[in-house]
């Protein structure tokens, strides 16, 4: 079965520091790739997507993600975090090559950024 | 222009009950997904409803129903509510289907407790 992993569940960070948040999918079929973040007690909001062409996806509030199809990975990177960007980051996938085309998620990752 | 919007927000109902759940989609948006998020299974997809089909279906019993009107809005139904189904419910609209167009746009969601 199509499935997504985010290998972290959890993250802390302290202010200012680098951080990146690893997607692994796991087929190598035509996908379709989002980050979305989640405030608490909020919907999801789209941070960035790849649909096709570069590889280096940049998004809102400074957040780039690198698409690798070998690795099929989708990591997503931010060179300096703010207190602002603790929330959950889900990291979803569109396997449109596949029978269904739905969007599957991953179990998220909670970032956690210390003053 | 308006987000998408669910209602109730919150909601309790006991055991063997059913509830509605009600979803408006952005303005000409045709698609309309749900999704249930609990802390123990993440966010997993139920339905995709575009020009009042249903075109896509998650692995959910029949318990979970839902259907699309002619403006676009949708309801989902859960009948014979069990304790398990505990959990947030997500609407998301997009201007296709999923397959098609990639980004989805979320609601904040109606949150069920069953007791």
């Known amino acids: 079965a199509q499935s997504v992993t985010q290998l972290d569940s959890q993250v802390p960070v302290f202010e200012e520091a680098p951080v990146e948040l690893r997607c692994n999918y796991s087929s190598s079929v035509s996908v379709y790739l989002f980050w979305y973040v989640q405030y608490p007690n909020q919907g999801l909001q789209l941070l960035l997507k790849?649909?096709?062409?570069?590889?280096l996806v940049k998004g809102i509030n400074g957040f780039e993600a690198e698409f690798n199809k070998s690795q099929t990975s989708f990591h997503l990177r931010k060179p300096s975090v703010h207190i602002s960007d603790t929330a959950e980051y889900f990291c979803?996938?569109?396997?449109?090559?596949?029978?269904?085309?739905?969007?599957?998620f991953g179990k998220g990752t909670k970032l956690s950024v210390k003053p | 222009k308006a987000g998408v919007t669910q209602t109730p927000r919150y909601l309790i109902k006991t055991r063997g009950q059913q509830v509605t759940l009600s979803c408006s989609p952005i303005s000409g948006h045709r698609s309309v997904s749900w999704y249930q998020q609990t802390p123990g299974q993440g966010l997993q997809f139920l339905f995709e409803y575009f020009s009042e089909t249903q075109r896509n279906k998650g692995n959910f019993p029949g318990r979970f129903s839902g259907r699309q009107f002619s403006n676009s809005r949708s309801e989902m139904n859960v009948s014979t509510l069990e304790l398990g189904d505990s959990a947030l419910y997500l609407c998301a609209s997009s201007l296709g289907q999923h397959r098609n167009t990639g980004e989805l746009f979320f609601g904040e969601g109606s949150r069920l407790t069953v007791l």
């Open positions: 979803a996938v569109i396997f449109y090559g596949g029978s269904q085309g739905n969007l599957i």
């Open positions: 790849y649909l096709s062409g570069s590889t």
